[in-house]
């Protein structure tokens, strides 16, 4: 089984800043790794898949990129609606899927 | 446009058998591609994927409750059904399904249904 590992597990950022949060995996995933973002009491929410593709409706502010077992999701500047927890997610072994632990992204 | 919306008890007591309906609409589960899974969030914890069905009617599990997963969809009535046995109170959190289409994200969730294991 593929392990996902997020870091930091916090991480605090002030609005109009870049907030870059890492993903690695336990072996190569290749390209196949997706982002989502969950606000409190929601359902996540795609933003990112095949590493570095905006799913429909995701603003540019959010870019991913990396391979194997390397991953990052950067956020250009940070708008008030990005706070949440971030999960990276890898696909590899489609069609079982595993996710990371999260990264909560809080105001600072 | 395309919705998801989870079903089923509140409240399941230790051994019983939780059975959960995710009903559809804006696609078909028979179009080549389509899947649907099903997530769960223990409270203030991780997502954790449970299981997947596909257009082909194949069925996938997490590895370590594959034993007390069944999956199956009815693609007349738009839904997807999962059944775990046996629950324990580990097993209490919020039961999203999600729609995967070829890009293989989970791009559509439904939001949620909160199941407490407990006596």
């Known amino acids: 089984e593929i392990v996902m590992t997020q870091s930091p597990a916090t991480l605090s950022v002030s609005p109009g800043e870049r907030a870059t949060l890492s993903c690695r995996a336990s072996?190569?995933?290749?390209?196949?790794l997706a982002w989502y973002q969950q606000k409190f009491g929601q359902a996540p929410r795609l933003l990112i898949y095949?590493?570095?593709t905006r799913a429909s409706g995701i603003p540019a502010r959010f870019s991913g990129s990396g391979s194997g077992t390397d991953f990052t999701l950067t956020i250009s500047s940070l708008q008030s609606e990005d706070f949440g927890v971030y999960y990276c997610?890898?696909?590899?072994?489609?069609?079982?899927?595993?996710f990371g632990q999260g990264t909560k992204l809080e105001i600072k | 446009q395309v919705t998801l919306r989870e079903s089923g008890p509140a409240l399941v007591k230790p051994t019983q058998t939780l059975t959960l309906t995710c009903t559809f609409s804006?696609?078909?589960?028979?179009?080549?591609?389509?899947?649907v899974s099903w997530v769960r969030q223990p409270p203030g914890k991780a997502l954790e994927w449970l299981a997947l069905?596909?257009?082909?009617?194949?069925?996938f599990y997490s590895t370590s409750l594959k034993t007390r997963l069944t999956i199956s969809k009815d693609t007349y009535k738009n839904q997807v059904v999962l059944t775990m046995t046996n629950v324990d109170p580990m097993d209490t959190g919020t039961y999203f399904c999600?729609?995967?289409?070829?890009?293989?994200?989970?791009?559509?969730w439904g939001p949620g249904t909160t199941v407490t294991v407990s006596s």
């Open positions: 069905i596909d257009w082909d009617q194949d069925t």
């Open positions: 804006g696609f078909s589960l028979s179009t080549s591609g389509m899947s």
């Open positions: 095949a590493v570095s």
């Open positions: 072996q190569s995933v290749n390209t196949n």
């Open positions: 997610q890898q696909y590899n072994n489609w069609p079982t899927y595993s």
């Open positions: 999600a729609r995967i289409g070829r890009d293989y994200g989970m791009d559509v």
